[in-house]
Structures are given as structure tokens and as C-alpha cells.
């Protein structure tokens, strides 16, 4: 089956693109369900509770986006040796791969827990809300090794075209989450902590499961030996050239986020969070199909690139912008005409319910930008496939932290018109950067063909 895959990555790009971005669509809309699947039940504790745990959305942003991150460069690592043939090179970095999972996790551990009620009070939390965050944030940190391990060692499958069984594992996880999210919320009494810990633990069946496919059943491509392991700072650096931009690119986010929310809550207060945290959680599943293209793009453009093949390379990333384009047209079509009923997910109570019309309103406007935004993702993990993870966090950068915040706080404070403002920043700004984006990546792709000579 692992050669089969890797065969898969050295064919025909169009081809290879379409049949690994399927798997990767499915296994992320799973992971993005987390999201929903908490929201829908924790929108039974009421107002301040969903507050609450938006205030921590920026955090959990960071954690989940560094065990993306490192995957990514995984990911990069590998699927550069195996365009380049060499078996033992992807092994290798598997296995450093693992290491650095283990001591982010650590490391990321002690930080947040000693950042989080700090950074939750900079939000704006406060009172209950502040309570009901703390109680969310404190199991999700403690147990931050599950995602990291779930979503790097998924980065590792990738990287040799095995997106099938990151799927599998990430249906395990689902299925745990749908399942422990009443009891731990409802029947045991935990409230926001139920939710949280609820994703911890079916994180860590899908980390398991990941886990026990490389280094005990060991049918994978990579061949991963701890016992003759040796450490190497060139493969160590090789990851993390991918990995640490690829992190800080959720990191920047978050920043961004961040900002968000304290222009929402000087606007809106805890009715303006509440509407944004809801209308959030469809927005980022929204775009999981277009990161799981994008991520497709990564593993073919990274093996095209080891094998020094410009021509693929190309057209791997022109396949992938026409594949974002569409799933997002498709997306935003869905979200904007079904919009009302949609809110009512996470606005079903009587104390709830008053949000409906924000969170339509920032449905139908801020998900305008999703079509443009296949080709600015799908563009960005281009980047990150051959090598260049400080080009794709810079676009990050351009996009969230410049455009969008810019675009926010003009319209929304400067020319006060309110959450509309915000919800309308969202979309212009995500929207002109995402084109800019596009624009220098064929850029990108020539500069490299010509070094390339193909």
C-alpha cells in the first residue's frame, strides 16, 4: 500500500493532487467537526460559556497550529526524499520528526498553562466568562501531546501519500468526541472542562492508532527504528525549515484572532464575541476542504520538486488553485443561502437564540471570501512543499495580520460601522491578499523552473 502511494506522488500530478486531496478533505472536515460538534453541545451552558471559550480560540489556535505546523514540515521533509528516491533520508526524518513532537509538546505544555488566564484577560474576559475559559483552556493544554502526535504523525502519513489511514485514524477520534462530548458536558456534570477534555482523549485514540501503524505494525513507507536511532541536525533542520514557519503561520493568525476579538468585544461586548466564536467554528470547517487541498499540493509539489521536475511542479499548483476555486465557490454558496438555519446550530436555547441574526449576518458576508481564498491556501502550502516555510508564513502574515486587521478596524471603528464593518473586513481583506498571493506564486514557480532547467 505505501508504494503504491509514493508511485501515486511521482505520476501524474493532476492525478496525484485529486486522489490524495479526497482523503485529507474528509480526515480535516473530521478534525474541523471537533469545533462543531463542542459548539453545538456547550451552546447549552449558555452566553458566557460559549464566550468563554472563544476567548480561548486563539490559544487553542497556537497549540493545534504548532502540531499542524511541524506535520507540515514533516510532511515537506519527506515527500522531498521521496521524489528524490531516497528511502533511507525519509525514514530518517520520520523519526526526527517524532522527537520534535515530543519536545514541543513539553515545551508548549508549561507555556500556555502559565499564559493562558493573562492572555484570556487581554481578550477581554472577564467574571464568568474568564472562569468559564480557564475551565475549557486547562484540560486542552495539559493534554496538548494528543494533538501533537495525531496531527504530526498525519503529517508524517502524508508525506509518503498515505492520506488514507490519517483519515482512519481522525474517524476513530470523531466518533470518540461525538461520544464523550455529552457524557463529559452533560451526564458527569463538567461543563466547559467536559468538552475539552472530551477532545483530548479522542485525540489521543487517533495519536494511538497513528503510532502503533509506525513504529510496531511498521507497514509504512518510512521505516522508523528508535533503537538505532542517530541523532542528525541537517534532517532537524530540514523539518524545521518548513515546520517553524509553517507553526508561526497559526501563530499569526492567532495574532490576528486576537485583535478580532478585542475590536468585537469593544463593539459587541460578550453578544459580539458570542456571534464571531459561533460563526467561527462554520468558517473553519468551511476551509478545511480548501487546507486539504492545499495540503495535497504540498506532498505532490514537494516530491515534483526532490525530483527536479518544474513541469509538475507547475502543474500541480494550477490543478490545485482550479480545485480551491470550485470547492470554495461551492462552500460559500451553501453557507450564505442556508445561513439562518445554520446559526440555530449554536443558538438553540431561549438565551441563545438572540444571536441568530449576527451570526447570519457574519455568515453571509465574511464567507464571500472563500472562493479567492482556495488559490491564496492552495498557493501558500506550494511554498511550504518546496522548501521556502518563511514564504508561506509571510503570506500569513500579508494576509491576516496587514490586510485583514487593517481592513477590521478601518471599516469596523474608523468608519464605525459596527460588526457589519468586521464581518466586511474579513472578507475584503482575506479576499485582495489571497489574489496577491496567487499572483507571486506563478512567479515563485518560474524563478524555480528556470533553476530547475525543466
Same mark, same amino acid.
Given at each position: ?98 522527537? *520534535? ?54 503529517? *508524517? ?20 468526541? @461525538? ?107 468551511? *476551509? ?101 516555510? @518563511? ?18 478596524? @478601518? ?19 482575506? @479576499? ?23
Amino acid at each position: 500500500m505505501a508504494n503504491k502511494n509514493v508511485e501515486l506522488m511521482r505520476g501524474n500530478p493532476e492525478t496525484a493532487v485529486k486522489k490524495l486531496a479526497i482523503p485529507i478533505m474528509i480526515s480535516m472536515l473530521l478534525t474541523a467537526s471537533y469545533n462543531i460538534i463542542d459548539g453545538i453541545f456547550v451552546a447549552g451552558l449558555g452566553q458566557a460559556a460559549i464566550a468563554g471559550i472563544g476567548f480561548v480560540t486563539p490559544i487553542f489556535m497556537i497549540l493545534n497550529g504548532v502540531s499542524v505546523g511541524l506535520g507540515n514540515g514533516a510532511t515537506s521533509s519527506i515527500s522531498r526524499f521521496v521524489g528524490a528516491k531516497n528511502h533511507e533520508g525519509a525514514s530518517q526524518s520520520a523519526a526526527h520528526s517524532l522527537l *520534535i513532537f515530543l519536545i514541543a509538546s513539553i515545551l508548549l505544555t508549561i507555556i500556555l498553562l502559565l499564559v493562558q488566564e493573562p492572555m484570556l484577560r487581554a481578550y477581554g474576559a472577564s467574571g464568568q466568562s474568564l472562569a468559564e475559559g480557564i475551565k475549557y483552556g486547562t484540560p486542552l493544554f495539559l493534554g496538548l501531546f494528543a494533538f501533537m502526535f495525531g496531527n504530526g504523525g498525519s503529517g *508524517i502519513l502524508r508525506g509518503e501519500g498515505d492520506m488514507k489511514r490519517a483519515m482512519y485514524a481522525m474517524i476513530v477520534s470523531v466518533i470518540l468526541n @461525538t461520544i464523550l462530548d455529552p457524557i463529559f458536558i452533560y451526564t458527569m456534570g463538567l461543563g466547559s472542562a467536559g468538552a475539552s477534555l472530551a477532545t483530548i482523549v479522542s485525540s489521543l485514540g487517533s495519536a494511538i492508532v497513528i503510532l502503533y501503524w509506525i513504529l510496531i505494525k511498521k507497514d509504512t513507507y518510512v521505516n522508523v527504528n528508535l533503537k538505532e536511532f542517530k541523532y542528525d541536525s541537517k534532517i532537524v533542520k530540514d523539518i524545521l525549515k518548513v515546520g517553524i514557519p509553517a507553526s508561526m503561520d497559526m501563530f499569526m493568525m492567532s495574532v490576528a484572532v486576537s485583535l478580532y476579538l478585542v475590536f468585537i468585544s469593544t463593539i459587541g461586548g460578550e453578544y459580539g464575541i458570542a456571534a464571531f466564536t459561533s460563526g467561527q467554528r462554520l468558517y473553519l470547517f468551511a *476551509i478545511m476542504p480548501l487546507t486539504a487541498i492545499g495540503s495535497a499540493v504540498a506532498a505532490v509539489s514537494g516530491s515534483a520538486f526532490g525530483a527536479r521536475n518544474g513541469d509538475y511542479l507547475s502543474r500541480a499548483h494550477l490543478y490545485g488553485v482550479k480545485f480551491g476555486i470550485a470547492f470554495g465557490t461551492a462552500v460559500t454558496i451553501i453557507l450564505v443561502g442556508f445561513a439562518p438555519q445554520l446559526s440555530t446550530l449554536f443558538a438553540y436555547t431561549p438565551e441563545t437564540s438572540i444571536l441568530i441574526p449576527e451570526i447570519t449576518r457574519f455568515l453571509q458576508i465574511s464567507t464571500l471570501c472563500l472562493p479567492l481564498t482556495g488559490a491564496g491556501m492552495t498557493s501558500s502550502f506550494l511554498y511550504q512543499g518546496i522548501g521556502k516555510g @518563511t514564504t508561506s508564513l509571510g503570506w500569513t502574515i500579508i494576509r491576516e495580520v496587514i490586510f485583514t486587521v487593517i481592513a477590521t478596524y @478601518t471599516l469596523g471603528i474608523v468608519l464605525g460601522w459596527g460588526l457589519v464593518g468586521i464581518w466586511t473586513g474579513l472578507f475584503l481583506g482575506r @479576499t485582495l491578499a489571497s489574489i496577491l498571493n496567487f499572483i507571486y506564486a506563478r512567479y515563485t514557480i518560474k524563478k524555480v523552473r528556470a533553476e530547475l532547467g525543466s
